[in-house]
């Protein structure tokens, strides 16, 4: 069994700064996937980036980075440079290694203001 | 053309009434998915099918059924609708575990 939790419901953060979600989760699993997906106003699950357990250096997509804590079952998201765009709810997900069966947080609503 | 379509979009529907959301995909991937999002809870797993003679039940499966009717197609059904299943509903495909791809869901209102 996996479980993911996010405590900030909400952040904001200005235009071109830089913002920190946060994630622990908790498994079972020797090896698992750990995945940031974005869903803006539209509704589209979009994935922001993924992270294999397996691998120590933290992935990076662009502006958007990963602060993994394997020992402390921790895995953040970084974005900088923050844009309009970028508002948008964000959900940590987990998988196991064996299959895309993701256990979702319950999501950080990010607003980018001007 | 999405990869992943689900149809339809947006529905109302009233108590007790049966009803099917279906998801169809081109990315030629065995696994499916659907997946529940309700305010403040995040998506969860219902169903998932890993070819069209595997079915699995997820996290939430009470209330729904699923079809597997060839590899690109995999419908849910709520037999008798029930207020508490007014929900986003997502389908998503996979042919590895470091990905999936989501339908863009189906907004389903039950009255």
Redesign the interface.
Same mark, same amino acid.
């Given at each position: 069994a996996q479980t993911v939790t996010q405590s900030q419901p909400e952040m904001s953060v200005q235009e071109a700064e830089t913002v920190t979600l946060s994630c622990t989760y908790d498994t079972s699993e020797s090896n698992y996937y750990l995945f940031w997906y974005k869903q803006p106003p539209s509704r589209q699950m979009i994935l922001v980036i993924r992270q294999e357990a397996y691998k120590q250096q933290n992935a990076t997509e662009n502006r958007f980075s990963v602060n993994f804590q394997k020992a402390a079952k921790s895995f953040s998201l970084k974005i900088s440079d923050s844009q309009l765009g970028d508002t948008a709810m964000y959900f940590c997900a987990c998988s196991p290694g064996t299959a895309s069966k993701l256990t979702f947080g319950t999501g950080t609503r990010l607003q980018v203001t001007l | 053309d999405a990869d992943v379509t689900q149809t339809p979009r947006n529905r109302i529907t009233k108590t007790g009434k049966r009803i099917m959301l279906e998801c169809s995909q081109t990315k030629g991937h065995d !696994?499916m998915?659907w997946?529940r999002q309700d305010p403040? *809870?995040? *998506? !969860? *797993?219902i169903y998932?099918s $890993?070819d069209v003679k595997d079915i699995n039940k997820?996290e939430i499966s009470d209330g729904y059924s699923v079809s597997r009717q060839a590899q690109a197609k995999f419908s849910l059904s709520l037999e008798s609708a029930i207020p508490n299943q007014t929900a986003?509903y $997502?389908c998503?495909t996979?042919d590895? /575990?470091? /990905?999936?791809f $989501?339908g863009?869901?189906t !907004?389903l209102t039950v009255v």
């Open positions: - | !696994r998915y997946y403040g *809870l995040g *998506l !969860r *797993l998932y $890993f997820g986003l $997502f998503a996979s590895r /575990e470091d /990905e999936a $989501f863009q869901g !907004r």
